[in-house]
């Protein structure tokens, strides 16, 4: 058996090289699909044990001899790499002076982002965790604020289309079903939110996508886990801020992209691929002078 995902439907392979191999046990340890495994004292591998070889390839990079590798799934030896030293890597107080000091950006320069920076950020972006490997997460670039400015533009006319379902009278007839919470976030958030992006584009004002030099689109097949989207913009968020980019996440976008066939026809979205989050970036116009500490709503310990 073989976990199917959007680009993966067959068990990866895993080759050993016995005659190097000392039976440490860690591929064994680490392998949580079980397709390694002890019999006999000898080390096995069945692709199709319970959930069959992923292709995660824990095993091969745990190897302390290298006497392992893993190909399939959209996964072969090439792929895998020395880790950095301990002291080239980043501290937690490095980390968190990064965090810390990242704004949200909504007033960008007339610069465009370069494309070598733009590889950085989707390399960065390649190792984001995922839900099941192979990653099922695609990128929308949109690069240049006309481009920019033209996706905002089909969004707002999209909401513009569809304006009377957020109108008081249908809000309060769906409320069975939308929920009291959603019925309150479409209620002040929502409802005065496209109104103004509506009447803001009359006037010529970008105020879903802030005229960014560039925006990045993150969407997944039916088969992912709906977070990843969010986690690989997460890291490109992090990455951007390492270049001297400022980014803002941008979640009403993804509504558009979601109820609307044609705008995913338009810009190359599979028709049946979940809801995702924007990404804008480029560079700040605006220095900020100081950090805001932010709270939690609640930290329970069991």
Known sequence: MAVKTGRADKPAQVLIDYE???????????????????????????????????????????????????????????DFYPLPALESRATYQQLYQLLFSRRSIRE???????AEKIQQIIEAVSTAPMGLPPSDLEILVIKGQEKVKQLSWDIIDFFK???????????LAMRPWLGKEYLEFSQTFLTPAIDFFIAEKEKGNDYLLYDAPLAIYF???????????????????????????????????AYGFKYSKKLKQKYGIPARNQQGIMLIMGYPAIKYQRGIRRSLAQVTYY
């Not at 960008?108 to 370069?114: H, I, L, Y």
């Not at 289309?161 to 008081?168: A, T």
């Not at 690989?232 to 009403?252: D, F, R």
Request: aromatic residues 8%; negative net charge.
């Open 20 to 78: 190097r191999c000392t039976s440490c046990g860690l591929c064994v340890q680490v392998c949580k699909s079980f397709a390694l495994y002890w019999q006999d004292g000898q080390l096995c591998f069945d692709p199709n044990r319970l959930l069959g070889c992923i292709g995660c390839g824990h095993c091969a990079a745990v190897c302390p001899l290298d006497c392992i590798k893993v190909e399939g799934r959209e996964l072969s030896p090439h």
């Open 108 to 114: 960008f320069k007339e610069k465009e982002v370069e």
């Open 219 to 253: 969407h997944v097949s039916p088969y992912a886990d709906p977070l990843d989207p969010v986690i690989a913009a997460t890291y490109a968020m992090i990455s951007a801020e390492t270049l001297g980019l400022g980014t803002c996440m941008i979640g009403t976008v």
């Open 161 to 171: 289309s569809i304006k009377w379902i957020f109108s008081p009278a249908a809000l």
